[in-house]
């Protein structure tokens, strides 16, 4: 679709897109992750990955501010010219697709070990899929719409945490930075893992009505994300011990598993079922940007017949491969190299191309 | 309209796909009280109580004690038996046996009710004095349902303070946590259920010794826990005891409001660990004349000396023992981390060198309506 | 308009209509261009034979001879009986002229004393003028006819509306006579930035439409937009307001209704000041306001005659009762089937005492006692008053308590069921109640077959539906999707009327400030 008037989204809806994306399901296992690198000072590398986010999404915008209003495929397009913009964009339909798929099947397997054991993982993701094709097919606007109002509805949960705190003890976290800085930077790395969602900017950026805000509007995306991620793994850290925490697996459904009422005995589950409403911000957006592009790439207006072909290709790998929680893993781990080409190399190389190109053409001109 | 016949395969498709999960609530046998024991020739026993729905059952809860080698092996022998599937989505209490909690790494056979997500960590833990069968076996006639009774009695002594109350999930964490034993509730049957007090364990998680509810409330003191009621009967050195009969030189005190203070040192080769509690009290019994406005301040220090002498012979207690109950060695690792680095896998018995003091400050605030 | 043209079951004016009016049936009215045109004669007895050959047979048409006023011209006048204001005809048109004591010629007519006076130069034009009511005089050597209004049909008297009654607002409700309509709708605004567009609707039935709107107030592109839409209605007839709504929304397959209809003259007018469209259609006693948003579902007329706390009160406790009439039965299946484990365990012990009587799963008992309680509802409706209550007690009260001793249902589950029916009856629109009615179906199917996950997919899929959905090309999810925070002063709760200054944002006025300075004034 084209970048018309109405499918223009409003710079809080912009935020909510990228800190959606950015917050997926990894929210659970991230304690455990840092601390096995890092131990208890482990959330400060999410504050140092942060600030390293934050730059390569300045860098992505000086790109991006040359193409006010082109989303990744013509961007690739008017940079390479229209043959080469398709190939240089089948990596990236790639990117974004296998990142769909962790958001999907990860939910996916949380849903199977936490609520529906033994329903197959393929009506599980089949569910999901239907208001996944909805929102997709619907577009930017729609989908701005959605992630600006679960990121409302939604804001309550982090009070929750707070529940279980009287039972916690501060002195977990101390003292801070007892095995110097070198764990915490050694977990850096690992921890970028969990802002991944930030070049969804090239889908959203030329969507965004006022675009002298992008720049505002990124940074306080990330801190939204950075600030969630350091509550809850603080909180972690202060319920549960070092050394328990690396033996579980999702320290924070832990933490809400002990949340009691008189009314509500296992609140973990209805958070966990709530928590759908955020997660699924996150796949749909990578499942708009892989559809969209693909659409593209075959010189389709309309990306709806490139959604269903999306999701149908999601449900037969699921159908035929039925992932378990390692292969997730692995799958996961063999992403974050891509990842850090994506985030880091790909902005760079592509402002310089256009710096050259720039050059070229006015020493052609002049 | 091909869309729609599209939408409508993929719903039937649907349809009857999805009810594999489905468990009713009647069909589901809730193990609410989950007992272990060792028998005689210790063999593991398991013990299940689980409440019956049925109109036309007369006894409203099923028990039934299954030999078996681990937990989750048991479940076979359970629903040879019960009504219906048996599932620990529920559970209230964990019995432990005093035999089996003696045994390295009973708390291993605990593992299925960590692992399944779907089951609920917050039962709660206690120690039986004498077979777990006895207890799970009670049907009294006077009481509600056995999981529910134990249950609120549980709770209720640890809002006493009679008891502590562990979860299952907190047992984890202090078993793996090197800073901390773990103490749990304790319960004996003798015609009753009686709660006995607490048992506190060592550092390899089995069992060490068991404290009294005086000596409960001490502790709960020094772990720093200010909710529930802390009542301290102490002798008045003043009176004398009188006849034998009427003890005429007993008095109650309760601690209304209190605060702790603990700083941690490194001195000369071991820790130090001081305790400075500023204690309010209210009077709640005086079996002597005593005019507490005149001489309040001598009653005051006097309960400060018996409460010193108190924290510190308990203290004694756990040093002899080797175990730490009131999780100093988290402080320890907090404030004085590069000491307590080399010797965290040791620190049982590190703590018994320590040199821990104890000073209380006393505050009558009210002595009750009569004088 | 872009968003119209997306895919998904937005409809196309279906071509199926297209042919309908011409398919082989002779048409009653010719149609006729500009150019073709039978004139009438000057001669009276030809017209009259004409008429006798146009009008052949009809009991309820009258032709009244008559010699008018001094000159004894003959004339004759023509009008249907019963929708003819007779006395007005007598006292207005006959009187003067058989009365009149002036020399009548055929260039001057006489002055009889009705408002309204046209000429109709053809027979076409007389034809219809006699259709719709008014009365037609002939006069001899004249070669054209003029027509009277003394319309007169019999109508009902203003009431309360039955659906949308008050407390505390106007007890008067539209009528099915479009003009009467207006009249209290300009009551409301005397105000000449009122515009009013009338356009025919109908091959066969021509009803008449009035679409009003305040010119500085109403954005001009939803006008266009409406107007194309009722344009390209091509039908035989529209019987009510309900048909005129369905063929121009945007979403037919939509459970929501994207607009609403409502039949309060109080109401329509709040809404032309918050610059919406009101499309008045003759014959029906609803009005259809467009666009309008799914909060606006909501929000009744008393809420603004009450003080506003206790309205913010009652607002809260409708969305409540959204929640409640949507998810209750498919929470409770859920919960009894998937999650029992979040029940806590006193209450879990005891409905599962009651459930372990009842042979059915939870999902067909539920079904069983929601489709019993739709029955009655709908029995109810057909009923009279004084049998429908007795019916209602026996029904409810009775039957469920025997359900529940039988063993057929447990008791939760009549619970379950009644606070779900006492919820959807708390809101104020109708429509919504009965879409939300239909919509706990899916919900309860979803729930049994996968349980809380069941539920939140179906509601994730309800609220993208929401946001996708448009009413006449504005956001119907408005002012939660886009999050409009100027407007939530009149969502949750109500905000006091003196803090709501500017008018909504969802129907995108032109001229935003309603209140305070700075704003144009009355007829300004």
Same mark, same amino acid.
């Given at each position: ?366 | ?187 004996? #049957? +003798?015609?009753?259920?009686? =709660?006995?007090? !607490?048992? @506190? ?7 060490? /010794?068991?404290? $009294? ?59 130090? #660990? +001081?305790?400075?509690?500023? =204690?309010?009290? !209210?009077? @709640? ?7 507490? /406005?005149?001489? $309040? ?75 | ?524």
């Amino acid at each position: 679709m084209k970048v018309t008037r109405l499918n223009e989204i409003t710079l809080i809806q912009y935020i909510a897109i990228v800190h959606g994306a950015q917050v997926g399901t990894g929210i659970f296992s991230l304690p455990k992750d840092i601390a096995l690198n890092a131990g208890a000072d482990g959330w400060i590398s999410i504050l140092i990955a942060w600030a390293v986010i934050t730059l390569a999404g300045c860098v992505m915008l000086l790109l991006l501010r040359k193409f006010p209003d082109d989303p990744l495929p013509s961007l690739l397009g008017k940079i390479f010219g229209r043959r080469l913009g398709k190939l240089a964009l089948l990596p990236f339909i790639v990117y974004f697709g296998c990142f769909g798929w962790i958001v999907m099947v990860n939910s996916m397997l949380y849903i199977k070990a936490w609520f529906l054991p033994k329903t197959s993982g393929f009506l599980i993701i089949l569910l999901f899929a239907v208001p996944t094709f909805m929102l997709v097919r619907n577009g930017m606007r729609v989908i701005g719409r959605y992630a600006e109002f679960i990121l409302y509805a939604m804001a309550w949960m982090p009070v929750f945490l707070l529940f279980p705190l009287s039972d916690g003890h501060w002195t977990n976290l101390l003292p801070i930075l007892k095995d110097g800085w070198t764990p915490v930077l050694g977990s850096v790395r690992e921890t970028l893992f969990a802002f991944t969602g930030m070049e969804i900017l090239f889908f959203v950026y030329p969507h965004l009505k006022r675009k002298q805000y992008a720049f505002h509007g990124m940074v306080i995306a990330n801190t939204l994300t950075m600030l969630l991620y350091t509550f809850v793994t603080i909180l972690c850290y202060i319920q549960f011990p070092q050394d328990e925490i690396i033996q579980i697996n999702q320290p924070l459904m832990h933490l809400l598993k002990i949340i009691e009422f008189r009314f509500l005995e296992r609140f973990d589950m209805i958070f966990f079922a709530l928590y759908l409403f955020v997660v699924s911000r996150s796949w749909s957006v990578y499942g708009f940007a892989t559809a969209y592009s693909l659409g593209r790439l075959f010189n389709r207006e309309n990306h709806t017949g490139m959604t269903v072909v999306y999701l149908l290709a999601i449900l037969v790998i699921v159908f035929v491969s039925q992932p378990t929680w390692n292969q997730s893993v692995r799958f996961g781990d063999g992403m974050t190299i891509f990842n850090e080409w994506m985030l880091f190399v790909v902005p760079v190389v592509l402002l310089a191309l256009v710096q050259i190109k720039a050059l070229f053409g006015r020493r052609a001109q002049g | 309209m091909k869309r729609g016949l599209c939408y409508l395969a993929l719903l039937l498709a649907l349809l009857p796909a999805g009810c594999m999960d489905r468990m009713d609530i009647e069909n589901i046998s809730l193990a609410l009280i989950i007992g272990l024991d060792l028998d005689d020739n210790n063999n593991l026993e398991v013990s299940i109580s689980s409440p019956v729905f049925s109109r036309e059952a007369k006894r409203k809860t099923e028990v039934y004690t299954a030999k078996s080698l681990t937990m989750r092996a048991s479940q076979d022998e359970f629903d040879k038996t019960f009504k219906a599937f048996t599932s620990g989505g529920k559970s209230q209490i964990l019995l432990i046996g005093k035999k089996l909690m003696m045994q390295k790494h009973w708390f291993a056979l605990l593992d299925p009710l960590l692992r399944d997500p779907k089951n609920s960590t917050t039962a709660r833990i206690v120690l039986v004095d004498g077979p777990v069968s006895e207890v799970i076996h009670y049907n009294p006639l006077d009481k509600p349902r056995l999981p529910i009774y134990l249950t609120y009695l549980i709770d209720t002594a640890s809002h006493l303070n009679l008891a502590t109350r562990t979860t299952l999930q907190e047992l984890h964490s202090i078993n793996l946590d090197k800073g901390i034993t773990a103490s749990i509730a304790e319960l004996r #049957f +003798d015609d009753k259920i009686f =709660i006995k007090g !607490s048992a @506190l364990l060592s550092e390899n998680g089995i069992y060490k /010794l068991s404290i $009294g509810d005086e000596e409960t409330r001490l502790l709960r003191m020094l772990q720093g826990e200010k909710s529930g009621e802390f009542k301290f009967t102490l002798e008045h050195e003043g009176a004398a005891p009188g006849n034998g009969i009427v003890p005429r030189n007993l008095y109650t005190i309760s601690a209304v409001k209190y605060s702790r203070r603990l700083k941690t040192g490194y001195a000369q080769d071991h820790f130090t #660990f +001081d305790f400075h509690f500023h =204690i309010r009290v !209210s009077l @709640l019994e005086k079996l002597f004349p005593f005019d507490v /406005l005149k001489s $309040g301040d001598v009653l005051e220090a006097e309960i400060a000396r018996k409460l010193e002498d108190k924290f510190r012979s308990l203290i004694q207690k756990f040093q002899q023992a080797k175990i730490d109950p009131i999780g100093l060695g988290r402080f320890a690792r907090a404030y004085r981390y590069n000491e307590w680095k080399p010797v965290e896998n040791k620190w049982s018995a590190t703590l018994s060198d320590a040199d821990i003091n104890v000073k209380v400050d006393v505050l009558i605030a009210a002595m009750g309506s009569i004088r | 308009m872009f968003p119209f043209n997306l895919f998904s079951g937005k409809r196309r004016y279906s071509s199926a209509r297209q042919n309908a009016g011409n398919k082989g049936v002779r048409p009653f009215m010719p149609e006729q261009s500009e150019g073709e045109e039978h004139p009438l004669d000057p001669d009276l007895s030809r017209n009259l034979e004409e008429v006798a050959r146009r009008f052949p047979n009809w009991p309820d048409f009258i032709v009244f001879r008559f010699v008018s006023g001094s000159d004894q011209i003959p004339a004759a006048l023509l009008y249907l009986d019963g929708l003819t204001d007779k006395k007005a005809i007598n006292d207005n048109i006959l009187q003067p002229m058989m009365s009149s004591q002036q020399g009548n010629s055929p260039t001057r007519f006489p002055e009889p004393t009705i408002g309204d006076v046209r000429r109709a130069h053809n027979w076409q034009k007389l034809e219809y003028a006699i259709m719709t009511g008014d009365c037609v005089l002939l006069l001899d050597g004249c070669a054209h006819a003029v027509v009277y209004n003394t319309s007169g049909w019999p109508q009902r008297s203003i009431t309360d509306p039955q659906l949308e009654s008050s407390l505390k607002g106007a007890h008067q409700g539209f009528v099915e006579t479009a003009a009467q309509n207006l009249a209290l709708l300009r009551r409301y605004l005397p105000n000449k930035e009122l515009r009013i567009h009338k356009t025919i609707i109908g091959k066969r039935g021509k009803t008449t439409l009035f679409i009003l709107y305040l010119a500085d107030v109403a954005h001009p592109d939803v006008l266009e937009e409406l107007r194309s839409r009722l344009d390209k209605i091509d039908v035989d007839a529209v019987i009510n307001t309900g048909e005129v709504a369905e063929y121009i929304e945007d979403n037919p397959f939509s459970p929501f209704p994207q607009f609403i209809l409502t039949e309060r003259p109080d109401s329509a007018a709040s809404q032309l000041l918050q610059g919406r469209y009101v499309v008045i259609v003759d014959r029906s006693p609803s009005v259809i306001i467009a666009p309008s948003t799914f909060i606006s579902l909501f929000q009744s007329v008393d809420d603004y005659s009450s003080r506003w706390m206790i309205a913010s009160f009652i607002r809260l406790l409708r969305f409540l009762a959204f929640f409640i009439a949507l998810l209750l039965p498919a929470v409770y299946i859920s919960f009894i089937s998937y999650n029992y484990e979040v029940i806590p365990l006193q209450l879990f012990l005891s409905i599962a005492e009651s459930r372990e009587r009842v042979p059915f799963p939870p999902l067909l008992e539920a079904m069983l006692m929601e489709i019993m309680l739709e029955m009655m509802r709908e029995a109810g409706i057909r009923l009279p008053a004084s049998v429908g209550q007795t019916i209602g007690i026996v029904g409810g009260i009775v039957v469920g308590q025997a359900a529940v001793q039988a063993g057929v249902v447990s008791n939760i589950m009549v619970i379950v069921v009644a606070s779900t029916a006492i919820a959807s009856f708390i809101l104020p629109s109708y429509d919504m109640g009965t879409a939300v009615r239909l919509l706990r179906f899916p919900m309860m199917i979803m729930a049994s077959l996968f349980g809380l996950v069941g539920i939140v997919i179906g509601f994730m899929t309800i609220l993208i539906h929401l946001m996708s959905l448009e009413s006449l090309g504005t956001p119907y999810g408005s002012p939660l999707a886009p999050v409009r925070w100027s407007d939530m002063k009149d969502t949750f709760v109500r905000f006091p009327l003196w803090s709501m200054v500017q008018r909504p944002k969802s129907a995108r006025p032109i001229q935003d400030k309603r209140a305070g300075r700075g704003r144009p004034r009355g007829d300004g």
